[in-house]
């Protein structure tokens, strides 16, 4: 089955830091622009940050710009989420799917290989 595999949530303090990992599972990475997403509970998924597929173009919500950063690794079929200095409001699930570009982080259900996310929570 051709999916993202969400890891590398986990419970972490207000500050702290976490890498998630999006791995391509039953494909290539390599054609695919990939975005993460995430869903807060009561609220809608939301666009979070975007790589394009050769990694040079990126893009970033504003209420993460600055403290996270996402990269690829094309021979690992991995893209990363680097989260620093977390907040409260950074808790949700998040997801990372394929996308057919970068220029908007917009949420569609139609959007390639959604995985089953991987919790963050950020709590004192």
């Known amino acids: 089955q051709r999916q993202f595999v969400e890891s590398g949530g986990g419970l972490v303090q207000p500050g702290g830091s976490l890498r998630l990992s999006c791995y391509a599972s039953g494909f290539t990475l390599d054609y695919y622009a990939v975005g993460w997403f995430r869903q807060a509970p009561g609220k809608d998924r939301e666009g979070v940050s975007c790589?394009?597929?050769?990694?040079?173009?990126?893009n970033y919500a504003e209420p993460v710009k600055g403290r996270f950063a996402i990269s690829r690794d094309n021979a690992k079929k991995t893209v990363y989420l680097q989260m620093n200095s977390l907040k409260s409001e950074d808790t949700a699930v998040y997801y990372c799917?394929?996308?057919?570009?970068?220029?908007?982080?917009?949420?569609?259900?139609?959007?390639?290989?959604w995985g089953q996310g991987t919790q963050v929570t950020v709590s004192s």
């Open positions: 790589i394009s597929s050769s990694g040079l173009g990126t």
């Open positions: 799917a394929g996308v057919p570009g970068c220029r908007y982080l917009d949420y569609d259900p139609a959007y390639d290989f």
